[in-house]
């Protein structure tokens, strides 16, 4: 099975919008869904703060990564956040999240970010070790924290 990625664009909306509800059901993450609509549509249209990657077929994508950029003095330059990444559960365990996490940075690397971030829920260990596996490493003398505005 190829994890093939397609930027996203405007059109995809509605499928992303099942996709990313599927994924906030199952991580139990409140839903907004104007919020959500709001916060996709920009990242489709192409502002240059993020995208969104469909993995897979077009038509019936098995999944997403949604990337925000930064920049990082520490790192030397411009950094990613893989603000979420969702395989469909039906397709889980083929190496699609794998093969995706693997590829990306490279590509990334090549359009010139220095570092690509994630965070993962400290109970999930099937994450833990698909992150470990494809190069993320914890930094243990930091912690992430958030401030909702």
């Not at 499928?15 to 991580?27: D, I, N, Q």
């Amino acid at each position: 099975m190829s994890a093939a990625l397609r930027l996203a664009r405007p059109e995809d909306l509605d499928r992303l919008m099942g996709l990313v509800t599927a994924f906030h059901t199952e991580a139990g993450i409140a839903q907004d869904m104007d919020q959500t609509r709001n916060a996709l549509t920009p990242l489709l249209e192409g502002i240059p703060h993020g995208c969104v990657y469909l993995i897979g077929p077009g038509r019936a994508p098995l999944g997403y990564a949604i990337l925000t950029f930064g920049w990082s003095v520490e790192f030397g330059g411009m950094d990613g956040f893989i603000d979420e990444i969702y395989i469909r559960p039906a397709v889980r365990g083929r190496g699609i999240a794998t093969e995706v996490l693997l590829d990306l940075p490279k590509a990334l690397a090549e359009a010139g970010l220095t570092a690509l971030h994630l965070e993962v829920d400290r109970t999930n260990e099937a994450a833990h070790k698909l992150y470990l596996r494809t190069g993320f490493k914890p930094r243990d003398r930091y912690v992430l924290m958030s401030r909702k505005l």
